[in-house]
């Protein structure tokens, strides 16, 4: 999505062109054209646009000027998507509000440095939808504004005809961009975090507020912040989104500052354990899925972090996975919502001699349900055993492998921990050329394997990943655009350590000033 037409001299460089990064930004921003025109008119200028090409080729201009047909009057649809398909990236907004005056301004977001003639016919400016919600003084209800455009050229400035104690931008998490805010706007967002009714917009905040984080365009302070009432946090996606934000800058700390990173387990440990204590280990009749979802997120978490084998949860979770093993089918089915929990558990919790996770192996090879088998692999993957490690690669390689070959890998380089992505990268070197022959570098599986460096955070690793990738780019295919995005990332990863750990440890330790 950065260029309508691009000539091409190989078919692995066309297949460089559609990879990952391309297909999540094409759903994105099909998704914010569907909330600024509305369901109706959107599916209306689709069916015209299908009807007008079937049997035929089109262009993406072609699926612009069918969507105008049917847009609002006064919406270019192909003069607002050009900005978004023919430049990379997205904006994130500035809001600012003075008095009765709320100003809204765009910026490129950037995770890394731009890089030597990287430059947009458009300028990285984009025509940019924008809703804000907010609660006005003294009013219970919260208030929709309707969407407003800031137009590549200048600022939106909207009047504002009541007081807000809190308002927050891209109401619903509907559009592609991030939001930011004056120290004030933050504070009372901070403050009043509860008081957003709707799960997609405490979401959708905690996500702006960490990526901006990241980038050093907001302190970490602010960010965590707002994480402080996850306890009571009853919905899946709001604990899904601050769990995972947490449990990231848990990572920024520096491995020697033993004290901040135990101090981190013991706030996921609290943040869960009320939910953890309330929904149990047993689904009830009627739950919802999001419910049952969050059992399993909450358990997971929960006893992965809490480092205790005698822990009553843990015990739990053991005797569970003995049960099963004893009697698969029978046990499953009282299991099934947190299968993935309990066979992860059984393995990190495995004893010197592996019980465990020769059980599971044994269940792999007779399990012939796919999903099944991608559990039972993540879960192995958790080893911290190379024997057990190099025993999954071979599995990976015979003739008919109970998952794909490249999933082996890559689940011990995301499950195995710092030791896992250690063994993942070095395997992935030694067997290169027997990972390219079997992908022929045009199969969207090279887009993982070149992933695996990505968690990295060292020079020194940085310098061996560029140079691997360098002396083998002519067999890279479809992992092309994925090894600069695994670059960008290691060198995100190295300067994030460098420059939040420090206050990302002192803001735990702040926290619990009264333990240390």
Known sequence: YQRRVRGVSSPEELNGLFDTISYRKGSSINWMMQNFMGQDAFKKGLATYIEKFKWGNAEMIDLFEALNTAAPKGMNVTEIMLTWTEQMGFPYLTVKIDDTKMTVTQDRFLRGQAKDGDVSPYGYKWHVPFQFIGQAMGETEVYTSPIYWVKPDKPLEITLDKEFTWVKGNAGGKFYYITTYDTDVWSQLGTNIESIPEATDRTSLLYDAFSLAKTGKLSYKSALDLTKDLADEDEYVVMYRGLVEVLDAKDLVKEDDTTAKALYKKYVVEMLEPTVTDLGFTAKAGESIAVLKMRDLALRNYLKNVANETNEHVVTALDLFDQFVLDPTN?????????????????????????????????????????????????????????KRDKMIDESFKPKPKSDCYRYLYYIAIYGGSEGLDYAWGKLKERWADYTLKYNSTSFSMGYLVEIPAAFDTEKKYVEVKEFFDANTGTIGTGLKTVSETLATIKTNIEKKGKYGGEIAEWIKDYYKNLI
């Open 331 to 387: 046990v499953k089915a009282n299991i099934r919502d947190i299968f993935v929990t309990i066979t992860r558990t059984a393995i990190l919790y495995d004893d010197a001699s592996h019980e465990n996770w020769d059980s599971m192996w044994d269940l792999l090879q007779t399990s012939e349900w796919e999903a099944d088998q991608k559990i039972y692999i993540a879960a192995l993957a958790k080893t911290n055993s190379n024997e």
